[in-house]
């Protein structure tokens, strides 16, 4: 089946730092999400992504579909202590036989 | 506007007993699934559902049931409880089979 390679596995980074994650695919996604989640609570969407070499900004945070369609990566700039969660990258590689395939996420810690 | 609404939020059980874990959603959203969450395994697509009437087996299907008699509820059924169902559970929706997903807050479920 799919896989999704999703790194760093975590961060320890200070307040006002900037942030880089990514995703790689063994195959082609039509979608890229990248979402967040908090402790104790469900994913939240961040950034929904539906083209080749799309980038998209949401505040501080950017992410891109790669040109390939097989990576994807999540930059957040500025960081501050509520950063602090989960972060998964997922990809739908299309068809009608819909499952979303999910990273195994990166663990934030910012230090404030 | 509720959104994804999961019961209950924690649940012990023992070995061989069994139990529903109950999903509703608001927003009228065709698509629904089932996640497991286990550390350093991400998110695992159990069941999921793209309409009333019609369910199919996602990643991680074994043990559990699943049933959607209507477009609001999505219950999840475990039949026999084991150790190896100890898990945070996530419902997540969706619009449709290609749209992002939204989830609730999860069932944290510990077999004993």
């Known amino acids: 089946g799919q896989q999704l390679n999703q790194s760093p596995q975590s961060m320890f980074i200070q307040e006002g730092e900037d942030v880089s994650m990514n995703c790689t695919s063994s195959?082609?996604?039509?979608?890229w999400l990248w979402y967040k989640q908090d402790p104790g609570e469900g994913p939240v969407l961040l950034i929904a992504?539906?083209?080749?070499?799309e980038l998209t900004s949401n505040g501080r945070l950017t992410a891109q579909f790669g040109i390939t369609r097989k990576d994807s990566f999540l930059n957040i700039s500025a960081s501050i202590p509520s950063d602090v969660g989960i972060y998964f990258c997922?990809?739908?590689?299309?068809?009608?036989?819909?499952?979303?395939?999910f990273g195994k996420g990166t663990l934030l810690t910012v230090n404030p | 506007n509720a959104g994804v609404t999961q019961t209950p939020k924690f649940q012990v059980l023992k070995t061989g007993q069994s139990m529903t874990l109950q999903c509703a959603q608001d927003?009228?959203?065709?698509?629904m699934s089932w996640y497991r969450q286990d550390p350093g395994m991400g998110l695992r697509l159990i069941h999921y559902?793209?309409?009333?009437?019609?369910?199919d087996q996602g990643e991680v299907p074994n043990g559990y049931n699943v049933s959607r008699s209507t477009t609001e509820d999505f219950p999840l059924r475990l039949l026999s409880a084991a150790p190896s169902q100890t898990s945070v559970y996530f419902c997540?929706?969706?619009?449709?089979?290609?749209?992002?997903?939204?989830f609730g807050n999860g069932t944290r479920l510990t077999v004993t």
């Open positions: 997540a929706s969706s619009l449709s089979q290609n749209s992002p997903l939204h």
């Open positions: 195959s082609i996604f039509n979608t």
């Open positions: 992504l539906y083209k080749a070499g």
């Open positions: 997922a990809g739908h590689s299309g068809g009608s036989n819909y499952k979303l395939t």
């Open positions: 927003m009228n959203h065709e698509y």
């Open positions: 559902s793209v309409g009333a009437g019609i369910t």
